[in-house]
């Protein structure tokens, strides 16, 4: 534990050791052997004492979170705010291209436009996600960053699958949801509702969802019911598609690797728990390891320059909105100014991450809160 934790937890220490104290004159004012019903007792005194306590050091623990959040911010916007300002100004680029499409994309009934709807809701989604990416980097959160836009390479393949497929595989993954849904009911909700204290689904509505799922079923075959079914016409996977199969029909597979990495910041393995990026190898193991608990002002050039890079192929699905021969040249000029945006941010991104890479290495102590 650093330095600088141990002072953290000061007030911390201080609560429990006067708890400690009031639970010992507890115990050392019975005579003989503690029955259970005493011992319950002595713990509820306990819990007492200590929601007091940390009551009294509620606004100084605070106000020292408050502080350490704002240093850390403060840091941030010294060494990155060019970079993560790049990324924002590509983010809301792409927003404004998604508008113009939906202008001249000729689609007037959008609902009953399936491959628009589908897209046009994806592109919105992947908009918000690259958005949460950009707050988590602001804050610090490279980890949580990288998690986010382990989304968003989903995002980019379901779109591209879509764009490439047409109405139908619009209107099947929309559809989906329906079989979904029922899914979840019979094999998470009904499982742990009681548990939970919630309602039972009224088996009315059950009976509905059941029902529109053999509908679909019944049009776009036995397989729409499993894992990814929506996808089972275009993407080979017996018994169900996996999220692997979807993105390499979507032809995105050379970024399998950082979606793995990405998996280890979601998932409670030893590698994301003994690996964090928003750390220098450096401060990993050995007698001076770091603990990141919090926030770091390192790590942000990979979940910043992938979540361009699939927010630009999110926007290029798009494109299959519109197919007049007018456009294409805008389109083809568009896309081309895009990727040389993508690795400019790639460029701002990596020379402040080398700088910042290279005092650690240097042995200049982290800043982490």
Request: negative net charge; aromatic residues 10%; glycine residues 8%.
């Amino acid at each position: 534990m650093s330095e600088k934790e141990t002072e953290i937890d000061d007030w911390y220490i201080t609560a429990t050791k006067g708890v400690m104290e009031r639970v010992v004159k507890e115990v050392e004012s019975y005579d003989g052997e503690i029955d259970d019903e005493a011992e319950e007792e002595i713990l509820d005194i306990g819990v007492d004492v200590l929601l007091d306590e940390l009551a009294r050091k509620y606004d100084k623990a605070i106000k020292e979170e408050k502080s350490n959040r704002d240093q850390m911010e403060e840091s941030i916007r010294g060494t990155w705010e060019h970079a993560l300002d790049f990324l924002d100004f590509f983010i809301l680029v792409n927003q404004k291209s998604r508008r113009l499409i939906e202008q001249v994309s000729g689609v007037d009934e959008k609902d009953e436009d399936y491959q628009f709807d589908a897209l046009m809701r994806l592109h919105v989604r992947a908009l918000r996600v690259s958005r949460e990416v950009a707050a988590l980097l602001r804050a610090g959160f490279a980890d949580g960053a990288m998690a986010r836009w382990r989304t968003l390479h989903e995002i980019a393949a379901v779109a591209t699958i879509i764009a490439e497929e047409g109405e139908v595989a619009g209107e099947r993954y929309l559809k989906f949801k329906t079989a979904k849904d029922l899914f979840r009911v019979k094999n998470n909700y009904d499982d742990y509702f009681e548990k939970l204290g919630f309602d039972e689904i009224p088996e009315e509505d059950v009976e509905e969802l059941e029902a529109q799922t053999e509908e679909l079923i019944d049009k776009f075959g036995e397989d729409f019911d499993n894992f990814n079914g929506w996808a089972t016409a275009f993407v080979e996977g017996g018994g169900g598609v996996t999220i692997t199969d979807l993105i390499e029909e979507a032809e995105l597979e050379e970024y399998l690797p950082f979606y793995a990495l990405a998996c280890d910041s979601i998932h409670a393995g030893s590698k994301g728990t003994l690996f964090q990026m928003g750390l220098h190898e450096a401060e990993m193991g050995g007698e001076e390891e770091v603990l990141l608990a919090g926030r770091s002002d390192i790590g942000f050039t990979d979940p910043a320059q992938l979540t361009a890079i699939m927010l630009r192929e999110t926007t290029e699905a798009l494109r299959a909105l519109v197919p007049d021969e007018n456009w294409q040249a805008h389109w083809e000029m568009y896309f081309r100014a895009m990727d040389v945006l993508v690795d400019e941010i790639a460029d701002a991104f990596w020379h402040v991450d080398q700088l910042l890479s290279g005092m650690r290495g240097a042995g200049v102590r982290p800043d982490v809160a």
